[in-house]
C-alpha cells in the first residue's frame, strides 16, 4: 500500500503555489455543463474528486475539453440539456461531488444513481435528501447512506428551509436544485460556510441575495458560461501555514491562495494561537477574493477555539491539531461534531495518530482536547516521536501527520496515503520544496 516516510527535519521555507480550489473546481464543472455556451477554466484542480465530477457531467452528454493541465473548456449544454448517463455515477470519494449532483440532478427528466468508494459509501445523505424532498425530489438512500437514487421527472417548488447542520454541500445542493423549482428557495443556515455556489452562481446571471445568515436564489431561464480563474485552495495551503509556524527557518510564502472570509478560519484561529501570518497583494480571482500569505515561525499557545470559527475552518482541523501539540498548553475544540462525518472520523482518527506520536489528548463527544508540548525555553524542540500513522485513507489526516515530521525527533511512517490524490496529487513534491523530508513509497 502507498505510504510515507517523513524523517525529522527542522526547518520549513520557500516560495510555494498550492494547486487550485476543490470546491470551486467541482462547481465550475457542475455549472458550466448547465450553462449555455462555453465556459474557460483556469487553474483547475486535476484531483481525482474533480475528474470523478468531470466524468460525471461527461457521462451526461457534456463536452469538456482539456486544452493545456489546469485548463478546461466546457461546452455547456443549458439547464436542460443534461442527459442520462447508461450507468450509476461513482463519485469516488466525493462527498462534494454527490452531495452536489444530488441537488442538480433532482431537477432533470431523467432518473440517476450515485455511488462512490467504501468512504462515501458510509457517509450520511439524509441531510440533503430530506430538504430535497421537501422540494418534491424522489430521492431514495440506503438507510441514509449512498448509492443515492433520483428519480426524474419531478416537478420542484422553491422552499423556505432552515438547515439542521451548518454544511455549504447541504446549501449548495438545495440551492442548485432551486435552479429548477417553482418559485424562489430561501435557506436559513445556523452558521457560516463557504459561499462559493452563491458567488459562482450570481457571476453565471443568477441572482442569489445573501445576508443575515439567510440566502434566497430565484431561478433564472438560462445560466451563461464565463471565463473563471480558480484560486489556490486555502485548505490545501494550510498544511503550509501550519508547517511554517511550527518549523524554524525564516518562514515561507504562499502565493496565490483563495482568500474567501467563509474559508478563512484558520487564520483567526492561528492568529489567536500567536501566530504571524500576513496577507499581502489581495485581489481577486472573478468572484473570489486572492492573496499572498506570508507565514513566519512563532512561538503558539494552546486555546479554546471559538465555536463560531469552526465551520469556517471545517476542513482545516487535522492541520491545527499539529499546530496545537506544538503550542504551550491546552487546545480545546468543541461544537465541531460535524469533524465525525467526513472522509474518516477526524476527531478519532488524529487522536489516534497524535497519541501514536506521543501527544496526549482527549476525545470529546464533538471535539478535542490537546495537550500541547511546546517547552518554555525552546522554539523548536522535537514534540513528536517517531512512529507509524494510520490514515484510515483521509487524504488530510495523511497531510496533516506529513508535516508533524518538522517536529519529530524520528522517523514517521504515514500508511494508506493513496487518496491524498484526491485533493492534492502534487503534495509530495511540494512539502518537499517547503523543506519536508518526505519520501513517498508506492
Ligand atoms: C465543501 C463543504 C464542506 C467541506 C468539504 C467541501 C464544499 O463540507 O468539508 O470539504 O465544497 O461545499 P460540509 O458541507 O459537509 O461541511
Not at 470551486?24 to 455543463?33: E, F, P
Not at 465530477?53 to 461546452?75: C, D, K, S
Not at 447508461?86 to 455511488?115: C, K, P, V, Y
Request: proline share 5%.
Amino acid at each position: 500500500m502507498p505510504h510515507y516516510i517523513i524523517q525529522p527535519a527542522g526547518r520549513a521555507g520557500g516560495d510555494l503555489r498550492v494547486p487550485g480550489d476543490k470546491s470551486i473546481s467541482h462547481r465550475a464543472l457542475m455549472l458550466g455543463s448547465v450553462a449555455e455556451g462555453t465556459t474557460e477554466v483556469r487553474g483547475f484542480l486535476e484531483s481525482e474528486d474533480c475528474l470523478a465530477t468531470m466524468q460525471a457531467m461527461r457521462a451526461m452528454g457534456v463536452r469538456i475539453e482539456q486544452p493545456l493541465p489546469g485548463e478546461l473548456r466546457v461546452h455547456g449544454v443549458g439547464l436542460r440539456g443534461l442527459r442520462q448517463a447508461g450507468h450509476a455515477l461513482d463519485l469516488g470519494n466525493s462527498g462534494t461531488a454527490m452531495r452536489l449532483m444530488t441537488g442538480l440532478l433532482s431537477g432533470q427528466a431523467f432518473g440517476s444513481e450515485l455511488i462512490g468508494d467504501a468512504s462515501l459509501m458510509k457517509r450520511p445523505m439524509e441531510r440533503v435528501a430530506v430538504p430535497l424532498r421537501l422540494m418534491g425530489a424522489r430521492i431514495d438512500t440506503d438507510q441514509g447512506h449512498p448509492p443515492v437514487r433520483i428519480g426524474g421527472g419531478a416537478a420542484l417548488q422553491g422552499i423556505h428551509y432552515t438547515m439542521p447542520v451548518a454544511s455549504a454541500q447541504v446549501k449548495s445542493a438545495i440551492l442548485l436544485a432551486g435552479l429548477y423549482a417553482r418559485g424562489a428557495t430561501t435557506l436559513i443556515e445556523p452558521g457560516i460556510t463557504r459561499d462559493h455556489t452563491e458567488r459562482m452562481l450570481q457571476s453565471f446571471g443568477c441572482p442569489v441575495e445573501a445576508a443575515h445568515g439567510e440566502v434566497r436564489l430565484a431561478p433564472v431561464e438560462r445560466l451563461v458560461g464565463r471565463s473563471l480563474e480558480v484560486p489556490g485552495d486555502f485548505s490545501s495551503a494550510a498544511f503550509f501555514m501550519v508547517a511554517g509556524s511550527i518549523a524554524g527557518g525564516t518562514g515561507l510564502t504562499l502565493r496565490g491562495v483563495g482568500v474567501n472570509p467563509t474559508r478563512t478560519g484558520l487564520l483567526d484561529i492561528l492568529a489567536l494561537m500567536g501566530a504571524d501570518l500576513r496577507l499581502v497583494n489581495h485581489r481577486s480571482a472573478g468572484a473570489e477574493p486572492v492573496a499572498d500569505i506570508e507565514v513566519r515561525p512563532a512561538r503558539l499557545r494552546g486555546i479554546h477555539v471559538p465555536e463560531a470559527l469552526v465551520p469556517l475552518a471545517i476542513d482545516e482541523f487535522p492541520a491545527l491539531f499539529i499546530a496545537a501539540a506544538c503550542a504551550q498548553g491546552e487546545t480545546r475544540v468543541t461544537g465541531a461534531g460535524e469533524l465525525r462525518v467526513k472522509e474518516s472520523d477526524r476527531i478519532a482518527v488524529m487522536a489516534e495518530g497524535l497519541a501514536a506520536l506521543g501527544v496526549a489528548c482527549e476525545v470529546l463527544p464533538e471535539g478535542i482536547r490537546i495537550q500541547g508540548r511546546a517547552a518554555a525555553a525552546s522554539d523548536q524542540a522535537a514534540v513528536f516521536s517517531g512512529g507509524t500513522i494510520d490514515s484510515h485513507g483521509d487524504h488530510r489526516i495523511a497531510m496533516s501527520f506529513a508535516v508533524a515530521g518538522l517536529r519529530a525527533n524520528a522517523a514517521i511512517r504515514i500508511a494508506d496515503v493513496a487518496n491524498v490524490a484526491t485533493s492534492f496529487p502534487d503534495f509530495p513534491a511540494i512539502a518537499r520544496a517547503a523543506g519536508l523530508n518526505l519520501q513517498a513509497v508506492s
